[in-house]
Structure formats: C-alpha cells, structure tokens
C-alpha cells in the first residue's frame, strides 16, 4: 500500500471513531440526596386503637385530643400521631342477626329495638351491614344508609336452621376490612346467643373427632369416652374463637353483642360458652357484651307475658340506649409502632386516659393486636 493511500485510510478512521464518540452522551454520576435531618420510618406500622370514654352516668365524653390519651405497647411508652372523635369519622355497623331458632320468642320486638337503634345512631355519611346467622353467614344488605337498613331488619325471617356463628363474625369482619374506608369506625354488633352448631371449621373438626373416638371405641369406658370428647369439643370451639378474634383484630373492629337469651344462658355448658365467645371478643376489642335480664313472655297468662314485653322491652332500650352513647364517645387514637415481632404474634396494648371528672370515667379500649406479615 502506498503512504498516501495508508495516510488516506489513517484519517477515515480517526474521522469515524471521533464522530462515534461524540454522539454518545457521556454518563455523569446522579447528585447525592441532600440531608435534611429527617428520620424516615420504613419499618413501623399503624396501630388503630378504637376508643370509647364515658363518664360514670354513662354518657359520651366529647372533644378529647392527643394530650388526654396514654398508650404503652407492652409496657413502652408510644407517640401518639392522631386521635379522631366520633363527630369526624363516619361509622362503618355490621348487624348480625341471628334467625336460629334459640332467639324466636321475643325475634319481632328485637328487630323493631334495633331499627329504632339504627334512626338514632346513624347520620348521613354511616353506613350498616346486615348479616344473618342461620347454618352458613348471609350478607342481605352490603353497605347502606339508615333507611334502606331499617327496612331490610324488619324485613328478616326467623328460622330453625343451625348456627354458623363464627364463620358469621369473620365473614362481617373480613367485609368491613375491604369494604369500609379505612378512616371509619369499624363495628360489629351480634345480636344472638354465640352459640355454634354448623361454622366449616367446627362441623370438619367434630367429624374428625367422632371418626377418631369411633375407631377407640372398644378401648374406652363410657365415661373416657363422654371425657374424651368434652374435651375436643373446648379445644374446637376455643380454636374456632381463636380465628373470628384473629379476624376481628386484623379488621380494627369493636365487637358488641346483646344475648336475648337472658339468664337462661346458665342452664346448659354449650350457651355458657357461647356467652364466653361474645366477652372474649367485646373485651379485647374495646366493645361490651351485654346479658339482659329478660323475662319470659310465652306463659300461660297474656297479662303477665304483656307486662314482661313491656319490661323487656324497656330493658333493650336501655341497652342500646348505653351503646348509642358508647359509640358517641368513641375515639380512634393512632400510632406508629416500630416494635419488633414476629407474623401473628399478639401485642399488648394498654391505653388510659388523662383526666378527671367528678362523677369517674369509663374507658373501653382494644387490648392489642396481632402482627400482619409484611
């Protein structure tokens, strides 16, 4: 090759290599963040406590603020971020009705005390859910305003169906989890005895335990046997209880019961537990669970069964009469927990007002939580 073809070549490759590197952007490294002092929490999660505070005549203490509420998270101190009243957050009701046939003779004047319940508690921005407990939950109503809720539980039948109580309770928790805004006060008001025959987990596990003992037979006396199967029957009713609290929790909801089965409650170890599943609820959710003291209305004289409706039915008012006001009272108070623990452990939580009234006050509050994974 001559020099001035090997010169020629020389300067086209010079000319190339330099037009390529010129059209490829040069990469300057991104500025560092400026700091600005701030700590971020990645890892904290929002605890809601649902709140009420009544004085000791029972009625609604209003206009509370972050400086009257304490809250230890297993005994440490936390800062509170927010407390909502009442008055600014909407109310989110599941009514839960039972239709079994345990609650038939005072049914039409409990569904007539809760409709009036439901004109006096609700404004324009609430909402209600109406469940029925039969042998399997049934939503009847998704959520509505007062009088489309009004007419849809004066409208329930009664029936002789069984009872699938906790599968009830985490079906309404679980709806008010997806469906109400987050903003809301979550609560769910059960109006049976929590007795349970026909929930998935309790009719699978009593199969299970029949087979068992049925194959063991042979090998028991009578008296294992009767023990024996006492036994597994607490042991699933408590796991079952165990999921609908679980359910209730996750959901941030209050859990209210009135059980129209009075003080014959007493009368059998199946209705005693099934008045133990309500009070477990109600107290670690910061609700009530009530028990009137109803009298018998089907005697053989009308005069009598008369004037026990009449009592009865003043009784109901009172009760949700206290629960009117305990929902006026209800605060939702906030924090950030940065504690460390793991998937589904429980947390204490113990809140306590700061303030003094002549007459006392009442505090019902959420006893804890349990760890969602993240």
């Known amino acids: 090759m001559r020099k001035s073809q090997s010169i020629a070549v020389l300067l086209f490759v010079l000319i190339f290599c330099f037009s390529a590197f010129s059209q490829t952007p040069i990469q ?3 500025p560092l963040p400026e ?3 701030e700590i971020i929490k990645v890892d904290s999660r929002l605890i809601v406590v649902p709140v009420s505070v009544t004085d000791g005549n029972g009625q609604p203490v209003k206009g509370l603020g972050v400086e009257h509420f304490r809250v230890l998270e297993e005994s440490k101190q936390q800062e509170i971020a927010e407390v909502s009243d009442a008055e600014k957050i909407p109310l989110e009701i599941a009514i839960l009705f039972d239709i079994s046939g345990s609650t038939d003779p005072m049914f039409k004047f409990e569904q007539e005390t809760a409709a009036r319940f439901l004109q006096d508690v609700m404004r324009a921005d609430d909402r209600a859910t109406i469940f029925t407990i039969g042998e399997r939950p049934l939503l009847i109503q998704n959520r509505n305003i007062a009088y489309r809720s009004i007419e849809t539980i004066r409208g329930i039948k009664p ?3 069984f009872t699938a109580f906790y599968d009830t309770v985490s079906a309404a928790a679980k709806y008010l989890q997806l469906n109400a805004s987050p903003k809301s006060r979550k609560v769910i008001l059960a109006i049976t005895d929590g007795e349970d025959t026909n929930s998935i987990g309790v009719k ?3 199969s299970k335990v029949y087979q068992e003992l049925g194959s063991r037979i042979n090998s028991l006396t009578t008296k294992e046997y009767r023990e024996t199967l006492v036994k597994k029957r607490n042991e699933i009713r408590q796991n079952e209880q165990s999921k ?9 909801t209050v859990f209210y019961s009135i059980n129209p089965a009075g003080s014959s409650y007493k009368l059998n170890k199946i209705s005693q537990f099934g008045q133990s599943n309500m009070q ?6 910061g609700g009530t669970a009530f028990l009137p003291k109803f009298l018998p209305i089907d005697l053989k004289s009308n005069y009598q069964n008369a004037a026990n409706l009449q009592q009865n039915t003043l009784t109901l008012k009172r ?3 206290q629960l009117k006001n305990e929902l006026q009272a209800q605060y939702l108070v906030q ?6 623990f793991p998937p589904n452990r429980f947390v204490n939580v113990k809140v306590s007002v700061k303030l003094d009234l002549p007459q006392g006050k009442k505090v019902r509050a959420r006893q804890g939580y349990f760890v969602k994974e993240q």
């Open 204 to 206: 699978s596990a009593f």
């Open 28 to 30: 300057t490294p991104p």
């Open 280 to 285: 477990r609820f109600a107290d670690e959710t």
């Open 319 to 321: 009760i949700f009469d």
């Open 335 to 340: 924090y950030y927990s940065d504690g460390e």
């Open 244 to 252: 609908s609290l679980l359910n209730l929790q996750n959901a941030d």
């Open 159 to 161: 029936s002789k169906q």
């Open 35 to 37: 700091d600005d002092g």
